[in-house]
C-alpha cells in the first residue's frame, strides 16, 4: 500500500486530577473497599458481564455498582435487578468520568457496607483513558465483532488497563478476530495485562475473570486490616 | 425491576465552534465539496464502509478522505489502496474533531479537485456529536453487535446525524438484535432520520446508500453553479 500524508492535529483539554485520585484510592484503600473502574466502547457488554461477574461474586463479597450513562437509567435496573446496590449517575452530556465525579458516585453509593465498588464508564474508548478515577484498578472490555486491531488505534486505553476481558467469544466464528494476534497487540501497549477471553451471554471464562477480580478484593481487605 | 437513585453529574468542557463550521460549510458550499462527517463506535466498521462506499461512487465522483485516529496510519493505508486521495489526521489523544482541526484537514486534503469529501472521525459515540465540524451531513453507523438500545444511551449521537447505517446485518442471526425496535428508537431521537441496512462485508445495501450520498453530492455542486 502506499505510504499516506500525516498530519498532527494536537490540543489539550485534560485537566490534572491526579491529586484527587489518589486521594479518592488511599480514603478507598483505607478502608479496605476495592473500586473496579470498567471501561469498553459501546456495546461491548459491560453490563452483561457485570450481572454475570455479581452471579459469581455476590455470596461472598458485599458489592455496590455506579453506572455512569450519559442518559436513560436501563443498566442500574439491569444492575438492581440482581440484588446489589446500584445506582446511576447521570454524566450531563459528558463522555467520561473523573475522580471528583467518582467521588460523588461513591458518597451517594456509600462504602460503609461494600466491599467492591464497581465503576461501569462511559462506554468510549479514548476519554476515560485520559482521567484516573481513583480506582483500585482499570480494567477493559473488547469485544470480538470491534476487531483485533483495536490496541492500535487506541493505545492509552490498553496501557492504563490491568486486565482485558475479551467478550462475545461465542460469535468467533463470525468474525475475522485473531484471538494471538489481539493479544500481541494487547501486550505490545501492556505486557502485565492479564486477557481473559469470555462470553457474558453464555457464561463461559466468567469464573477465571471473577476468581481474579476476588483475589484482588480479598487482598484490598487484608491491607486494611493489616 | 425496582427503582434506582438517579444522580445527575453535569459539567461543561464543550467550546462553541459554531461560528467556525458555518464558516467552513459556507466556503465549501461555495466551492460545490460536500463533506460528509462519518461517525461510530470503535470497530462498527466505518472504513470497511467507506472502502465499499469509494468502490460504488468513484467513477462517478472525485473524492477525498480525511482519516482521524488518535494513533496509527492504517486505516488511511487502507483508503489510499481504492486509489482516492486519503491523509490521516492525528489527533494528539483528542476523542473528536472540532471545526479548526477539520478546516486543517480539509487544506491539507487539498479540495479543488474534489466533489465529495469524507472525514473519518474518531471511533466515539459521544465527544464528536458535540462537536459542529462544519459539514455538509452528519451520518453515522450503529453495527448489530453492539445493540438495539444504543439510540438510548447515546442521544445525541443519533439527534445529529441524518442517515444512520445499521452495518454487519450479516450477523444478525447471531444477536438480540432487532430492527424494528432499533428503527423505533432512532426514530424517537430524529424522527428524520434515513436508515440503510447494510452489510460492508457482503456489499449488501450498499448501493441504495451510495446512491442517497450521491444525491446529495450533485445537489451540493448543483447549488454551486447556480
Known sequence: MKDVRIIEIKESVFADNDRDADALRAELAGKGVFLLNLMSAPGSGKTTTLTRTIEALKDELRIGVMEADIDSDVDAKTIAATGVKAIQLHTGGMCHLDADMTRQGINALGVEDVDLAILENVGNLVCPAEFDTGASANVMI??????????????????????????????????DFDMTQ???????????????????KTGEGIEAWANWLADKVRGARQNAIS
Chains 1, 2 share one sequence.
Open 142 to 175: 473488547l469485544s470480538v465483532p470491534e476487531g483485533h486491531d483495536k490496541p492500535l488505534k487506541y493505545p492509552l486505553m490498553f496501557e492504563v488497563c490491568e486486565a482485558v476481558l475479551i467478550n462475545k467469544i461465542d460469535v468467533l466464528p463470525y468474525f
Open 182 to 200: 489481539v493479544e500481541e497487540h494487547i501486550h505490545m501497549r501492556n505486557p502485565n495485562a492479564v486477557i481473559f477471553p469470555i462470553s457474558a
